[in-house]
């Protein structure tokens, strides 16, 4: 009877949220406190609450504080410079151009915010490839290559989520998939080189001449308080951050949070910036933070009435043992495509948890379904799936059919899922 609530608790959120009738965060606290009480479970309901909320309480507040970091970053100009170099490197050479796109790419990408990052990234290199005739596809693929593996990050979006269902921190969920990542960039850099060189052949390099301010957004542009006096206090703080972030110095939340008051303190000294800065990330902030803390609510009563259990008891019973001990392989290797059908919130909030919760009945440790997860679901497969807005503005400001676009580059961005997955496997992030 439990497994049976359970199923329909996970039925109830994914119709509300994928046929929009409601949103994400009403439905996390809604849909499982409703099937909570007509399971009986009344006064018990708040203390299970209460417990989702402080196990997912790190998380929210390391992505709320890597938010307004890369974010601050982003105000004082730290990437300002580099992107200028690698736009008069790249010149009219339509393979140093592509190549160019995927490192900007990953570089605005650190953020963790894929519309800015297509704001940025493809408003800078537009006027470039149409300048050369240059394919706009390659522009909108290359550009999703790049976002795509970034958004692995443990301030992303999906991270994040499966850290906050897992109740677990990046240090046992992202560090170990940290090769992998590595191999998705060099996999993503490639690409580019390939799609690059037939854009090369097909057009030849054409001499032309431009600079960084013709080339960045009037969004970027437009931003006051560039820092560019302070770009190596900057450069030096976010290296120093990201190595102790891998090493795990501190927890993340800590790290995040007195890295962000350090970089505050010392680019906008005056109360006026610093709180102009704070207004300028509220909404990121609120949104991406607000949904954690009422997935808390959600994971809190699925633990607690043991829903979680049943319904994985039932799967256990379903799922052959033969294929068991691949259930890891074959999440990552269906991760991305399944991004065209669920929304990261419904795949993470509504499916992870009970492959993960069975899992465990098969000696498998569920935190490496995570890591399978996140390694396209929402990641690779984001700048693809029409079920996230920020595609629309990649496909948009490109000029391209998210029809097209998707045929061109479906294939490389699931070729990188598979080297990634390859990575994963022999470095022991996920195993078989």
């Known amino acids: 009877m439990l497994a049976l609530v359970g199923f329909l608790t ?9 046929t929009k009738r409601m949103s994400v965060i009403i439905a996390l606290v809604l849909v499982p406190i409703i099937f909570g009480l007509i399971s009986g479970f009344g006064a018990e309901l708040g203390p299970m609450m209460l417990e989702g909320i402080q196990k997912v309480a790190p998380t929210g507040i390391m992505v709320a504080f890597a938010v307004l970091y890369f974010g601050l970053m982003m105000d004082a100009g730290l990437f300002d410079p580099i992107i200028s170099r690698m736009i008069r490197i790249v010149k009219g050479d339509p393979l140093k151009i592509v190549i160019g796109t995927a490192i900007v790419t990953m570089l605005v990408a650190l953020d963790g915010d894929g519309a800015s990052t297509f704001m940025i990234t493809i408003t800078a290199f537009l006027p470039l490839y149409k300048r050369l005739n240059m394919n706009p596809l390659v522009l909108s693929g290359v550009v999703a290559l790049g976002a795509g593996v970034m958004n692995i990050a443990p301030w992303g979006g999906p991270t994040a989520r499966a850290m906050s269902m897992l109740n677990t921190d990046s240090a046992n969920l992202f560090n170990p998939v940290l090769p992998a990542m590595i191999g998705g960039i ?48 900057n450069l030096m703080l976010t290296i120093l951050l990201l190595i102790a972030l891998v090493m795990a110095w501190l927890p993340m939340p800590v790290l995040f949070i007195v890295a962000f008051v350090i970089a505050l303190l010392v680019n906008y000294p005056k109360l006026e910036e610093q709180q102009e800065r704070l207004s300028s990330h509220a909404s990121s902030v609120v949104m991406v933070s607000t949904m954690i803390f009422a997935a808390g609510i959600f994971t809190g009563i699925f633990t607690g009435t043991k829903m979680i259990d049943a319904m994985a008891s039932s799967m256990v019973s379903v799922i052959p043992e033969q294929i068991a001990g691949f259930l890891p392989l074959i999440v990552a290797i269906t991760s991305m495509p399944l991004s065209l059908v669920f929304t990261p919130d ?39 799936s029409p079920l996230t807005a920020s595609t629309f503005i990649l496909v948009g400001l490109a000029g391209v059919n998210l029809g097209e676009h998707q045929r061109f580059i479906f294939k490389w961005a699931f070729a990188t899922t598979i080297v990634m997955t390859i990575i994963a496997l022999v470095t022991g992030a996920i195993s078989i």
């Open 346 to 384: 419904a795949y993470y909030f509504g499916v992870l948890p009970v492959i993960s919760e069975a899992a465990i009945s098969f000696g498998i440790d569920p935190i490496e379904i995570g890591r399978a997860a996140i390694l396209g679901q929402m990641t690779t497969g984001f700048p693809l």
């Open 10 to 18: 996970i039925g109830t959120f994914l119709f509300l949220i994928m």
């Open 186 to 233: 060099v996999w993503v850099l490639f690409s580019a080189y390939w799609l690059g060189k037939k854009e090369r052949a097909r057009l030849g390099i054409i001499d032309t001449k431009g600079n960084y301010e013709d080339f960045m957004s009037e969004h970027a542009a437009a931003i006051e308080g560039r820092k560019p006096q302070l770009f190596w206090f």
